[in-house]
């Protein structure tokens, strides 16, 4: 099916190890979003990615890096877990034209950092 | 910085209950706003959207009005059922600028029969 893919699906990390969470979407999409799930704090944007080759720190960009390397696919990188980072991970991507507006969610990757 | 606040939840309602979920915004320029519904173990889908100050967004008996003199995009249906118990989520994003698609904390829903 088209749309936004997420792997893995979870994940259970020990402080300190590090991972990559890929997203990939097939919709030629030019924006694409990485947001945490936390209870009671809703979606966090960590970073964004205007267009290719493009990322902009969001809201809580701290301990993370991405990369967009090429219009489909835009990874978010835990250098070094910490239990902070346990929570839902989900990214987006978007397409905007005059007369279109669209958004598009992948399934989202829950961690855990023990 | 653009913010969208969202009532605190979470919300229960009788079936067939008229529902409001309120949301206001602050943002520079003119964003567009969306609602975005998530199912227990899903991801977001988009719920309905409006572009422009007065656009009404509709969508599954779900209904939003773009009130830029309030700065409010509240959600609302008039007979809810048991299968609307989910997560809802009020954004916003603005076209031009830096295009960040800015959530509020999400209201839970839940419905009895």
């Known amino acids: 099916n088209a749309g936004v893919t997420q792997t893995p699906k979870f994940q259970v990390l020990k402080t300190g190890q590090s991972m990559t969470l890929q997203c990939a979407q097939d919709?030629?999409?030019?924006?694409m979003y990485w947001y945490r799930q936390d209870p009671g704090m809703g979606l966090r944007l960590i970073y964004y990615?205007?267009?290719?080759?493009?990322?902009d720190k969001g809201e809580v960009p701290n301990g993370y890096n991405v990369s967009r390397l090429n219009k489909r696919e835009f990874s978010l990188r835990l250098e070094s877990a910490a239990p902070s980072q346990t929570s839902v991970y989900f990214c987006?991507?978007?397409?905007?034209?005059?007369?279109?507006?669209?958004?598009?969610f992948g399934s989202g990757t829950q961690l855990s950092v023990l | 910085g653009d913010s969208v606040t969202q009532m605190e939840g979470p919300v229960t309602l009788s079936e067939e209950a008229f529902l409001t979920i309120n949301c206001t915004y602050t943002?520079?320029?003119?964003?567009?706003l969306f609602w975005y519904v998530q199912y227990p173990g899903e991801g977001l889908q988009l719920l309905l959207k409006?572009?422009?100050?007065?656009d009404k967004g509709s969508n599954k008996g779900f209904e939003a009005t773009y009130r830029k003199e309030t700065t409010s995009f509240h959600l609302e249906k008039g007979s809810v059922q048991v299968s609307d118990s989910a997560v809802y989520f009020c954004?916003?994003?603005?076209?031009?600028?830096?295009?960040?698609?800015?959530f509020g904390q999400g209201t839970r829903l839940t419905i009895n029969p």
């Open positions: 987006a991507s978007r397409i905007t034209s005059a007369t279109n507006e669209k958004l598009f």
């Open positions: 919709m030629n999409h030019n924006s």
């Open positions: 990615s205007a267009s290719e080759g493009t990322t």
């Open positions: 943002a520079t320029g003119y964003p567009s």
């Open positions: 409006a572009t422009k100050a007065d």
């Open positions: 954004a916003l994003i603005k076209i031009q600028g830096a295009q960040k698609l800015v």
